[in-house]
């Protein structure tokens, strides 16, 4: 069994778009709504570390007080970042993905495929209409 980590949020298009591409390759992941149970800190650092980011690059802006918290300064240091992501998890861009062969911020949904270790299993459609995923499993690549 595959050991797939997803951080999700259920009311994320997005998000949901990349839970059921993960289902699609036949694993059923560790779902994490972090909005209700927030990573710990040190586990928050160390996935931002694993995808290669710093905790900049996986600070949502829209929807959250990333203004009012005065977020946008570059003098902010990484740990103030994530202490500003610890007291606010909206600030924590989403969908995550932990896999065997690696995180990433899966923005767009089918950048998950890069790290599923599973192929896909049937066509998909995301829920905007875009297809994805052919008939025979395989990736749809825009022209």
Known sequence: MTDVIIYHNPDCGTSRNVLALIRNSGVEPHIVEYLKTPPAR??????IDRAGMTPR????EKGTPFAELGLADAALS??????????HPILINRP???TP???KLCRPSEA????LPDAQKAAFVKE???QVIDAAGNRIRPA
Do not use: F, K, Q, S
């Open 128 to 130: 905007d209409g875009e």
């Open 101 to 103: 062969l690696g995180v």
């Open 57 to 60: 690059d996986l600070l949502r």
């Open 42 to 47: 040190a586990l928050l650092a160390e996935v």
């Open 112 to 115: 998950v495929l890069d790290i």
């Open 96 to 98: 995550l993905v932990v």
């Open 78 to 87: 990484d740990d103030a970042l994530l202490d500003a992501m610890m007291a």
